[in-house]
Nanobody, 124 residues
Framework: QVQLVESGGGSVQAGGSLRLSCAAS????????MGWYRQAPGELRELVAV???????NYADSVKGRFAISRDNALNTAYLQMNSLKPEDTARYYC??????????????????WGRGTLVTVSS
């Protein structure tokens, strides 16, 4: 069974930094685009950043210049470096792989996979 596991969340004061990690596990053949999303209480889930397999990135306007997404294809892992954190960054952060290719029986399948999330709390 394939899954994504996030880590690195926690509580920090405004202006601080955190680094989130997202590791894909299972009999994985290939992970295509990976992204970070977040959801604050009472709000819809929103895209924070996405990175393609070849390293192209895209960010929400609210985090540009403060957050950086990266990945290690050999480890099937994505990262989100978050600097200059603000109270409005407080949310549960979820990792997403839009097309994770994995081995099943004699062949391969692919599907979208979400992690369970990691909580980030920024105090003023």
């Amino acid at each position: 069974q394939v899954q994504l596991v996030e880590s690195g969340g926690g509580s920090v004061q405004a202006g601080g930094s955190l680094r989130l990690s997202c590791a894909a596990s299972g009999d994985i053949y290939r992970v295509n685009d990976m992204g970070w999303y977040r959801q604050a209480p009472g709000e819809l889930r929103e895209l924070v950043a996405v990175i393609t397999r070849d390293g192209s990135t895209n960010y929400a306007d609210s985090v540009k210049g403060r957050f950086a997404i990266s990945r290690d294809n050999a480890l099937n892992t994505a990262y989100l470096q978050m600097n200059s954190l603000k109270p409005e960054d407080t949310a549960r952060y979820y990792c997403n792989a839009d097309a994770l290719v994995y081995k099943e029986g004699p062949g391969y399948r692919y599907r979208e996979v979400w992690g369970r999330g990691t909580l980030v709390t920024v105090s003023s």
